[in-house]
């Protein structure tokens, strides 16, 4: 029998690749979206239905749940995807902006998980994929509140693999580097203030190199191929880099001593 999974935030970039990798394998796939009537491809699309689901609406999230159940019989892996930056100085950000980047990329990944646990429990079978970044692990200027957010992610689902892990359910954590996405444009939120002109002179440094790398970024298939693995290989791995030659950045990192390391992020981003 198919499997079943559904993924978050599958209107574009990784999700919709995601979507389209798993179809390919012959599952089901809820490919839930803000809004499913401005993207009625993925539908057309044998075994895939497109609930409404925005992680803000914990009634949306529920439901998008119910309606994969009922359509496709159960839920066998969780795909949180959705997610979005906020770019910009740290001062020039409105504190809405910064909680409204946490809803998203934190409590809303956290309130799904939440409403996919008795399912997983009852199955005694699930796996939860979380979608963090390199950024989880390495900080680049401008992406202050960003990073906290998927720094939050990484310590989230490593803790909660323990708790997880006598009722068979499984996390996973995708650690993606640039991918070639909407990621670097539409999504983007920009922090800016009137009058703050202290700034300027890094923005217009960093924020060029911030673009070539999501320009020079790996396609989104990339990571889709990556988190089908993390939800097939079987395995108890918790971390999975993915495109954007995110292995290397992560194995560097985490050989390098934080004076090397920063100079680097420097000579990268702020030349
Ligand atoms: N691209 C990269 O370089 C990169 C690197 C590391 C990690 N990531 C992560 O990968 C994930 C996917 O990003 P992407 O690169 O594929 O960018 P993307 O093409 O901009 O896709 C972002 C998706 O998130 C959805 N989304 C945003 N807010 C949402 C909400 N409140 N509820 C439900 N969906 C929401 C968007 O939906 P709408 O169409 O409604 O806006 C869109 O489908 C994100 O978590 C991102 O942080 C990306």
């Known amino acids: 029998m198919a499997k079943t999974v559904l993924i978050t935030g599958a209107s574009s970039g990784i999700g919709a690749a995601t979507v389209k990798k798993f179809q390919a394998e012959g599952w089901n796939v809820a490919a839930t979206m803000r809004t499913p009537e401005k993207h009625p491809e993925l539908a057309q699309l044998d075994r895939v239905i497109c609930p409404r689901l925005d992680v803000n609406d914990r009634a949306s999230i529920e439901s998008a749940i119910a309606q994969t159940i009922d359509h496709f019989g159960t839920i066998d892996v969780l795909i949180n995807n959705a997610g979005y930056a906020l770019l910009g100085p740290f001062e020039a950000t409105d504190p809405e902006q910064i909680r409204k980047q946490f809803d998203t990329n934190v409590f809303g990944l956290m309130e799904a998980s939440r409403a996919i646990l008795p399912h997983f429990r009852e199955k005694n079978a699930g796996i939860l994929v979380n979608v963090a970044s390199i950024g989880g692990k390495m900080a680049f200027p401008l992406y202050s509140s960003y990073h906290a957010t998927k720094w939050a992610v990484e310590g989230f689902s490593e803790a909660l693999q323990y708790e997880l892990e006598e009722f068979n359910i499984r996390v996973k954590i995708i650690e993606p580097g640039p991918i070639k996405t909407d990621f670097y444009g539409r999504s983007e939120d920009v922090a800016q203030k009137e009058g703050l002109t202290a700034y300027d002179r890094i923005v217009a440094k960093v924020v060029p190199n911030l673009k070539k790398a999501g320009a020079t970024g790996s396609p989104p298939e990339v990571t889709a191929n990556v988190i089908y693995?993390?939800?097939?290989?079987?395995?108890?791995?918790?971390?999975?880099?993915?495109?954007?030659?995110?292995?290397?950045?992560?194995?560097?990192?985490?050989?390098?001593?934080?004076?090397?390391?920063?100079?680097?992020?420097?000579?990268?981003?702020?030349?």
């Open 229 to 271: 693995k993390a939800a097939t290989d079987g395995s108890k791995k918790l971390r999975y880099p993915a495109g954007g030659n995110a292995g290397l950045l992560l194995l560097l990192r985490r050989l390098s001593r934080d004076k090397h390391w920063s100079t680097g992020i420097r000579a990268a981003t702020m030349r």
